[in-house]
């Protein structure tokens, strides 16, 4: 919804005309908790909360200084120039997972190896190399117990922890096993680090200050207590007319459709959304098929229901809009719709490595047509009425031409003309 830099984005926009401080929260659910929250304006950090400083002038996105990784309180033997490559440490909640510089990447999949005791299995795809291990049990809150706590320490020296939800993702065919959602970034030294890494955590991206802070928390909880206790938009001031506010409440908590279409849309005919990938349009053409197909089966809709409109070259990938349909009426029925958008707003979508990374952009949704029936069926019936009128000339146009070429030629006489039988000779 554009909570980035720049002129267009909703938080510049907001905080250009004094509607609320230069700083946004969001709060992310967990793997298997969902919820969460998201809050324009200033919050009053908790006091465990960690910052890292965030440099707006290196670049367009949210970046953090990250200089190491430990595993198991050991740290990884990286220098700390490796997360610095390129755009440094940025940090995405649109994309799913974390991408290491390969060297990273590489170290802390070792550690992760070596540290636990678990069967090493293939993954769920296999087309791709995931690293997979079963026989953890299927209770998240269990995993600390078989997997290691994960640091990352930023340039001031503060460190968030990572629990094992924070790295890892359920395996979709194995019961109790799990696999590393840290991949090697390939061709881009940047350190991308996506919605897994925040999983039940308070990010604070404070703008004003240049530094973004986490709080590591049940965010589903989070949320009954922003409701109840800690964000309220203050009164209006007596002295100016206008609305002024430091936040925002949230909206109730996201557990139906209300939620994520517009007041009093409770039918939806049409969903469209952008998404961006992180590869050049030459390189996705030959894929834009089973792209299709993927995100059919991602959304657990069907393959002829999501249709890709148009394409459009960006810097370093590929701008998409995709439009799902109704299957087989006028309207898609709120529990799909609900599941779908749920889906799109919480980057639940996981495609394979060849398509990049993804982002979604922004995402519609738009009421069933209310065209009368000859609108929405103009189409056909001119169809019909031409094929009708060409089926009506050719077969007049066949019956004139057997009559030319096979009638009576002889001269036109009346109805009531007496006919050579008639003309006998009396007897």
């Given at each position: 919804m554009g909570l980035g830099r720049g002129p267009l984005s909703i938080m510049d926009q907001l905080v250009e005309k004094g509607v609320i401080s230069d700083s946004f929260s969001l709060c992310y659910g967990g793997m298997d908790i969902g919820g969460g929250a998201m809050?324009?304006?200033?919050?009053?950090?908790?006091?465990?909360?960690?910052?890292?400083?965030?440099?707006?002038?290196?670049?367009?996105?949210?970046?953090?200084?990250?200089?190491e990784i430990h595993?198991?309180?050991?740290?990884?033997?990286?220098?700390?120039?490796?997360?610095?490559?390129?755009?440094?440490?940025?940090?995405?909640?649109?994309?799913?997972?974390?991408?290491?510089?390969?060297?990273?990447?590489?170290?802390?999949?070792?550690?992760i190896v070596n540290s636990i005791k678990l069967k090493q299995i293939p993954g769920p795809d296999p087309r791709f190399n995931d690293i997979c291990f079963s026989g953890a049990g299927s209770e998240v809150t269990e995993l600390s117990k078989v997997f290691p706590e994960v640091d990352m320490?930023?340039?001031?020296?503060?460190?968030?922890?990572?629990?094992?939800?924070?790295?890892?993702?359920?395996?979709?065919?194995?019961?109790?096993?799990?696999?590393?959602?840290?991949?090697?970034?390939?061709?881009?030294?940047?350190t991308l680090l996506g919605g897994i890494v925040v999983r039940n955590t308070l990010v604070t991206y404070d703008r004003q200050k240049e530094r973004i802070g986490f709080w590591k928390t049940n965010c589903s909880e989070l949320w009954e207590r922003l409701q109840i206790h800690e964000v309220?938009?203050?009164?209006?001031?007596?002295?100016?007319?206008?609305?002024?506010?430091?936040?925002?409440?949230?909206?109730?908590?996201?557990?139906?459709?209300?939620?994520?279409?517009?007041?009093?849309?409770?039918?939806?005919?049409?969903?469209?959304?952008?998404?961006?990938?992180?590869v050049n349009y030459s390189d996705?053409?030959?894929?834009?098929?089973?792209?299709?197909?993927?995100?059919?089966?991602?959304?657990?809709?069907?393959?002829?229901?999501?249709?890709?409109?148009?394409?459009?070259?960006?810097?370093?990938?590929?701008?998409?809009?995709?439009v799902i349909l109704p299957s087989g009426s006028d309207f898609i029925s709120n529990p799909t719709a609900e599941g779908i958008i749920s889906r799109l707003a919480e980057h639940r979508v996981q495609l394979?490595?060849?398509?990049?990374?993804?982002?979604?952009?922004?995402?519609?949704v738009e009421p069933p047509s209310r065209r009368s029936w000859w609108h929405r069926h103009i189409v056909g019936v001119v169809a019909g009425i031409v094929a009708v009128a060409m089926i009506t000339s050719s077969t007049l146009a066949i019956w004139y031409?057997?009559?030319?070429?096979?009638?009576?030629?002889?001269?036109?006489?009346?109805?009531?003309?007496a006919t050579p039988e008639q003309e006998l000779t009396p007897l």
């Open positions: 809050i324009l304006g200033e919050l009053s950090p908790p006091p465990e909360m960690v910052f890292s400083p965030s440099n707006p002038v290196r670049s367009q996105y949210y970046n953090i200084e990250l200089t595993v198991s309180g050991k740290p990884i033997h990286i220098k700390p120039e490796v997360f610095d490559s390129k755009h440094g440490t940025v940090l995405d909640s649109g994309t799913t997972y974390a991408y290491l510089p390969e060297e990273a990447f590489s170290a802390f999949k070792d550690a320490v930023f340039g001031n020296g503060q460190k968030l922890p990572l629990s094992p939800e924070n790295y890892l993702f359920r395996h979709s065919r194995v019961h109790d096993a799990y696999c590393l959602g840290v991949f090697p970034g390939g061709r881009d030294p940047t309220s938009a203050p009164a209006p001031s007596t002295s100016d007319n206008r609305e002024t506010t430091t936040g925002i409440t949230p909206a109730p908590s996201p557990n139906g459709l209300q939620n994520y279409i517009l007041p009093g849309q409770f039918e939806v005919g049409l969903i469209t959304f952008d998404m961006s990938l992180s996705l053409k030959p894929l834009i098929t089973e792209l299709a197909e993927l995100i059919a089966h991602e959304l657990e809709i069907d393959a002829d229901q999501v249709h890709l409109m148009n394409f459009t070259s960006i810097a370093n990938g590929t701008l998409l809009r995709c394979p490595e060849n398509y990049g990374n993804y982002k979604l952009v922004e995402w519609n031409f057997w009559r030319w070429k096979y009638g009576d030629r002889g001269i036109y006489r009346h109805v009531d003309a």
